[in-house]
């Protein structure tokens, strides 16, 4: 077996996507949307997967976090508040010639990329989605679609606080939508306009912030790592002092190594007070914590990992995809780690026209499929049917054959290795999901 060590095409992980049925071109049969992308079934078992082990690790297996789901659609004046309205902006420069509309900081050498022509000055572009409550639809009745989860969590804050009498540090975590009018959506999912996020805000006193900001960006860059992701693919890279958010003092990006380039997949900031004392301030609510100790009212300070579920999606695409040549042919295979892979396990009859081996291979399926994510197929050669399954990244396949009537016994193939190894049926379970544990 050897690996091919050519560097991947964006367009080579699209079309398998497509093909595969990860991901769909939104409202395809109209010519698609710009910005917005549908899972397939498979897409949709890896982004539940990705959400299910984030929330595992930082919410369910620590004592500091606790959850919430707040709404998308949320006072306007949340968005005045944290600075959105004023501060969230794009830059951006039409063509005269052809009225096409650029990011100012994506043009270079002042003429339009497209045609040429000549660009006017740049002007400021609000990214957040608006829309109107109600209805009647004026200024009055104008709010947005969040863009970004952040904003629930510190408006909260009093809420989570009072119920979960937490002490510092602690941390609320949420996972959803978040919407953006970007100008130039690009990279298949990487930059979309309606994406999800995954985000903590994690409370801490002021003075401890630095360490606990070292302390979240070391974590999160283990979490990528811990979920098979290449060290060698990944970097973290600190913003200048120009490229700053308004709230941040510090942030820190981890960064993956795309077919298109060093992109960012999570930014871990340190958003000091700004975010509570603004929202004290505009709303009237005191938003502070009683500190037993010093008998004084502090603002914690805010350390924020912000992730996307559909950067980091795409990055585990990417990162686990790889052609290597196994007796003479090409051979695609996802290496996911088996946490993230949509199917766990593929249960195969050898031959298809044999009622008996249908049969049994169907009853392994429907016992599996009780513990973990589980297809059957018959609709190939055996061949083909481990393609397939390679191609999805399905860390385990279980053929019954002819023997298997006999002797009670299946094969399975573990995916990376392709080694097949003889199992009595009633062991099957749980040397799959002991092998599933183990990685
Ligand atoms: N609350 C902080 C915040 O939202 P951000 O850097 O703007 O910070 C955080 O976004 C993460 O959300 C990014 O690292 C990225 O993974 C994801 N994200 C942001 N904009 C996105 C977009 N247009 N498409 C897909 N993911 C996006």
Redesign the pocket.
Known sequence: MVEDEKTIEMDTIVSLCKRRGFIFQSSEIYGGVGGSWDYGPFGVELKRNIKNVWWRDMVQRRDDMVGLDAGIIMNPRVWEASGHVESFTDPLVDCVNCKKRFRADHVEDGECPECGGQLTEPRLFNLMLKTFLGPVEDDAARTYLRP?T?QGMFVNFANVLDVSRRKLPFGIAQIGK?F?N?IT?RNF?????E?E?M?VEYFVKPGTDEEWHQRWVDERYGWYVKYGMRPEYLRLRQHEGDELAHYSKATHDIEYLFPFGWA????I?NRTDFDLRQHTRSSGRELSYFDEESETHIVPYII?P???V??AALAFLVDAYREEKVRKRKRVVLRFHPELAPIKVAVFPLLRNRPELVALAKQIASELRMYVMTAYDDTASIGRLYRRQDEIGTPFCVTVDVESLEDNAVTIRDRDSMEQTRVPIPEVKDTLLDRLGEA
Not at 264 to 267: F, I, K, W
């Open positions: 970004e952040a978040a953006r970007e959506p999912t990487f930059r979309t306009r994406f996020q985000e960012e997949l999570e930014g900031s924020e912000s992730g996307g559909d950067r």
